[in-house]
């Protein structure tokens, strides 16, 4: 299970008071579906339900896409995009020869992206997965055309079986498109908002095509959410939601989510996505912001160290490496780092994050940390579930609905009036 270490808390507050009654009532709010957005609730069930059912078809089409391609392009934005990315860059940084390679279009309108895009994919043979559950969001929707019309001109009449539609069951543009064209198709289920859908055939598909073990991950994400239903302060989930409340009341409206390893990037732009569409509106909410370590304390080091103290920290870590390096050893010590010869790099880095911790602690940070056992399908599972709950608790304990965001409209709506969408 995941472990939250709230010593680097001690400096700011005691655990007693950490509203944990607050967190029980949100936990019961949450698990009883009787709160705000409980219609979008159904991710707490999604790795139950899609064992019993959908995994075999999305392991069946993972195989033919490998079997045949050389590429996916992925196309989605948001919550049809980020958990895949998170998984497949965190655990497959380094694709074997067998893995197509993974392309993700559609999360942005740069006509060079698009085009570096076509470019590095060149004349492989491809498959596409668009997921989109509205089937109506304009980045996908354009990058769907242009590669749709690539895959036509390349395939003829058998385009259509390498096309792969993830939507909703029974509405939208893309489920009557997908369904006039007949294109194998994955569902996004009702209940399940993108930000929450990684476990469903959103993430799923492409981090089985990437090589990822999807049966491990769900049937990790089952104990986990099996654990995390624990009702007590215990709860790793609580200890979190109740701690960065309780900063958040006390002034630190900005967390930064950093993590020693660099295959964390997109699980950061992941979480980052799942707080701030779940907490930050009504005028309140925590800033999720991220570092990658140690890379940004060469950047961003003196702002946290130094800047206004605003900040809480949370650091994910990996409790070990996937790989052993030892530093060499050189006759004549010409760098003067032979005190670290015959070191593994772990260490080192271990000992880093300490120092870090210490340091930032005495710049007035608060430092939550959290840990999973390894950077494999299980901690990928463990962590997925323990932030996914963490956030409705977090959000419940706010006073919001964590699982809508009627902000995001507001940027559309001027874009199609700007672009002449006939009805705006
Ligand atoms: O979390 C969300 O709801 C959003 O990020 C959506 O996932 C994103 O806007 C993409 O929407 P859709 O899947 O309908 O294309």
Redesign the pocket.
Known sequence: MVKVDLSGTSAFFDPAELDFAAAAAAHRTLADKTGAGSEFTGWLELPQRIRDGELKAILSAAQRIRGRSKALVVI?????YLGARGAIELLRPVPSEDDPKIFFVGNGLSPDALSDTVTRLGDMDFDINV???????LE?ALAFRVFRKMLKEKYGSAAKKHIFATTDAHRGALKSLADAEGWECFV?PDDV???YSVLSAVGLLPMAVAGIDIKAVINSAIIAFKELDLRSPENPAWQYAAARQYLYGHGRSIEILGCYEPSFRFMAEWWK?LYG?SEGKNGIGIFPASVEFTADLHSMGQYIQDGPRTLMETIVSFESARSSVSVPFEMGDPDGLNYLAGKDYADICRTASDAVKAAHISGGVPNIGISVPKRDEAGFAELVCFFELACAISGYMSGVNPFD?PG?EAYKKNMFKLLGKPGT
């Open positions: 989605g934005i948001g919550g049809s997921i989109s559950k509205s089937g109506t969001t996908p996004v908002g993108g930000r996505q569409e965001q995001v």
